[in-house]
């Protein structure tokens, strides 16, 4: 009895031992298998290049060459050749009084300054001269002209002339019409409308005081709206203001090219200034992550196709690209030329196969 218990118990460890080194090589297996998987991926040949570093404030727009424009004569508006948002070019009539009543004195002042100039002309006879004052003296034709009323009349007729052309509102400048704030058979008191040349605007945003050395005169900058944030103008600044204010700021200004005409006065804009650096080691945002709370990339080595896992430092970030160097407290490598992986490197560790992407 106590024999075949002995042999039953032997039987079933036995059993066991096997079953486990089958579990093993199972999973050996396995192992094998997920590190042998190639992860396929992008890479890029690590280059030294300039850098442009930035910084994303928000700002906001005035026009360059804008204008309220007021009728210099009063009258009642006879015609309304605009709307708000339409353009204009220089010297355009954009709106017109009614001409009526200035007509009448200007044809008035017309007669009165024929009149002026027979008397004027009878008066020069009286004195022993013709009608060509070329041979008048100064003085004596200045008296011939106070008695005849001749230059008084003159200046009635100018001024009535210069009323009729008042009554026609026209454009000092090429740009869009905006604030139209008349109806015709208005009589139009203050501002009829603001011109706004928006071929360029002038950007206002301000940096704090330790941002100061970032930019100069002369330095770049991007600006979209909020509608397309995608969407960027180019400029260039063109003005510092020296005065730091009580909130540590200072008011920068700068140019803005209009080049897709969406921009408008007032609008309220991100403001992206540049500055660029040069020499550096530069990779697109993708291929840095994050490993053991630090920042690593990947390097594909070219003898065994694996990647080896290298500790970086990000000096300077932009919108898509990092500045970074090796991080040396890590003992780290990275050396222009070095081939980097860009894409699909979220899941790799030290020493995964990787197949570049074709």
């Known amino acids: 009895m106590t024999k075949q218990l002995i042999l039953a118990l032997l039987a079933i460890s036995m059993l066991s031992c096997s079953g486990k080194k089958e579990e093993e090589t199972t999973t050996q297996a396995a192992r094998a298998g997920f590190s042998a998987e190639s992860n396929f991926v992008d890479t890029m040949v690590l280059r030294r290049m300039d850098f ?194 009580e909130k540590g700021q200072i008011t920068v200004m700068a140019k803005v090219s209009n080049n897709r005409g969406k921009l408008m006065e007032g609008m309220n804009v991100k403001v992206v200034a540049r500055n660029i650096v040069k020499n550096q080691l530069v990779v697109p945002k993708s291929s840095v992550v994050m490993r053991d709370n630090f920042d690593v990339l990947f390097r594909l080595d070219p003898n065994t196709g694996k990647a080896m896992w290298t500790y970086v430092e990000v000096l300077m970030t932009n919108t898509g690209y990092h500045s970074v160097i090796a991080n040396k407290e890590k003992n780290a490598k990275l050396d222009e030329g070095d081939v980097v992986i860009v894409s699909g490197n979220l899941n790799l560790a030290d020493g995964s196969n990787v197949e570049v992407k074709k």
């Open 52 to 245: 442009s570093r930035e910084i994303v404030t928000n700002g906001k727009l005035r026009a360059l060459r804008k204008s309220s424009l007021t009728f210099r004569s009063t009258g009642v508006l006879a015609s309304i050749l605009v709307k708000n948002g339409d353009y204009v070019g220089e010297g355009q009539v954009i709106a017109r009084l009614d001409t009526s009543e200035a007509y009448q004195r200007m044809k008035q002042a017309e007669e009165r300054r024929e009149k002026a100039e027979l008397d004027f002309a009878d008066k020069l006879i009286s004195y022993g001269y013709g009608r060509d004052t070329a041979n008048v003296p100064a003085d004596m034709l200045r008296v011939i002209k106070i008695q005849s009323g001749y230059n008084q009349v003159i200046h009635d007729y100018k001024k009535s002339v210069e009323e009729l052309a008042n009554a026609s509102l026209r454009a000092p400048f090429g740009g869009k019409v905006a604030n139209v704030s008349a109806r015709e058979y208005e009589s139009p008191s203050g501002p009829f409308c603001t011109l706004i040349d928006d071929s360029f605007f002038e950007v206002e945003f301000s940096l704090l005081e330790s941002e100061l050395s970032f930019l100069g005169k002369g330095s770049q900058v991007r600006v979209a709206s909020f509608s397309e944030p995608d969407v960027f103008y180019e400029g260039n600044v063109t003005q510092i203001n020296p005065v730091v204010d």
